[in-house]
C-alpha cells in the first residue's frame, strides 16, 4: 500500500490550495481516508475524514466551513480542497487509509489509521 501526497506549498492568508493523495496498492473503495495535520513542535491533528462510500464526512472544527474533503474511487485519489488559509493551518499534512468493512464507517483518530503517506508542506504566509 502507497499513499503519495501531492500539491502542498507557500500560500497567502485568505487564499486557497488543493492537496491531493494518489493511493496504490490497495483496493481503495474499501479504505475509510483521512487527513491529518503536524505543525513544527506540535502534536499530529486530525483535519477530516471521509468514508469509504464518500457518503460519510466529518470536519475538525477547526477547519470546518473552509477546507472540502473528497474522494474519487474511480482514480484511487483522496483531495483537500483547503480555503480561506490562515497562518495556522500552516503543517505538514498527511493522508492515512484504513480499511473497513462498513461502508459509511470514518475514523477520526491517528491510531486508527493503519496507512500513512509521507505527507505534504503547507504554509501560509500571513
Known sequence: VQLLESGGGLVQAGGSLRISCAASGLTFSMYAMGWFRQAPGKEREFV?????SGDVIYYSD????????SRDNSKNTL???MSILKPEDTAVYYCAGQP???????RRVG?????WGQGTQVTVSA
Do not use: H, M, P
Not at 48 to 52: D, H, L, Q, V, Y
Open 48 to 52: 477530516a475524514a471521509i468514508s469509504r
Open 100 to 106: 473497513t468493512s462498513d461502508s459509511n464507517t470514518i
Open 111 to 115: 491510531t486508527e489509521y493503519q496507512y
Open 62 to 69: 477547526s477547519v470546518k466551513g473552509r477546507f472540502t474533503i
Open 79 to 81: 483531495d483537500l480542497q
